[in-house]
């Protein structure tokens, strides 16, 4: 499994249903549309909270650079995997519509 940057987002789709595999069995969960649409509106929070620390706007934001970034870093990879597993659990391909809906601007 590849930890790099450059994976597709095929890929990406799969590693997070993998790890969602694992998550929902370790907490007796139900993998469904609205609790991954709730686990990205709590991620999205995270990733505010992470943000305003980054840039000094909010408390916490004293701590170590390094350690905020990849806190921001971790929480954006976060509500990367719930999206993906939602787009995996509905069918849906990123690449294919990322293509369709942006690429079309350029």
Do not use: C, P
């Amino acid at each position: 499994m590849s930890h790099k940057g450059d994976i597709s987002l095929a890929e990406v789709q799969r590693q997070a249903m993998a790890v969602n595999d694992i998550y929902v069995e370790t907490f007796g969960l139900t993998r469904d549309g609205l609790m991954l649409i709730g686990k990205m509106t709590e991620e999205m929070g995270e990733v505010a909270s992470a943000y305003l620390k980054l840039h000094g706007r909010a408390r916490g934001a004293d701590g170590d650079a390094e350690a905020l970034r990849r806190d921001f870093e971790d929480e954006l990879a976060d509500l990367l995997g719930f999206l993906a597993v939602l787009a995996e659990t509905e069918g849906v391909d990123l690449a294919e519509a990322f293509a369709r809906k942006w690429g079309k601007y350029l």
